[in-house]
């Protein structure tokens, strides 16, 4: 499905236009390295849906950072998408999923809500980038996963560029990253890392979960 020679954002560029699918939208964690993405989405058209899984479980740093970037990058349609009261309710009424089942836990509070959110679109746009996880390192910019596409056009982009395209835009920062946490997920979730670790160590750390699940499904090419 991938292009010779295509480039992430040319690929995004046609997407968000409209010319390859009509109803598109991006989700995003407005995590450490989210602003760009979002730029580049908000520049081309910055009404274009953005899906925020509202997991209950977030740093207030993150929730700030969601609004102050939003505003910055004049985002027009930032959807928060909660777990169904009900939902919460039956399987995770003391909060305390997270502690001892984090697969469950991930699929009530981020899988199952995204599904739903995502049902009307075509296709969506993702921040992933290849070198986070081996996971990951194989993505190629566009998957079809079910009936939905799915967009992943920073694929190849790497730390380096990521942070230095970032300052040369004077993109906020999320107020996380100068206090060592490179990738940021739910607070309970998430640890600052420490000198010469993986930037991801600090995600489920002291256990084997490298993902939340919401990219698990097998892309289809
Ligand atoms: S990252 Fe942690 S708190 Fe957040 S949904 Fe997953 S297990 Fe639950």
Redesign the pocket.
Known sequence: MQREGADGRDILRHAVEGVLWRRIAAVSSFGAESALLLAFVAEIDPSVPVIFLE?G?HFPETLAYRAQLAEHLGLLDVRDVAPRQTALAAGDPTGE??YYD?DA??SL??VVPLERALSPFDAWISGRKRFQTTTRAAMPFVERVGDQIKLNPLADWDARRIHDEMERRALPQHPLVARGYPSI??A??TRAVGEGEDARAGRWAGSRKIE?GIHDAAPVL
Do not use: A, E, M, N
């Open positions: 997991t479980k999923l997270w984090q836990c991930c509070r981020k997920g739910c309970v979730c939340c």
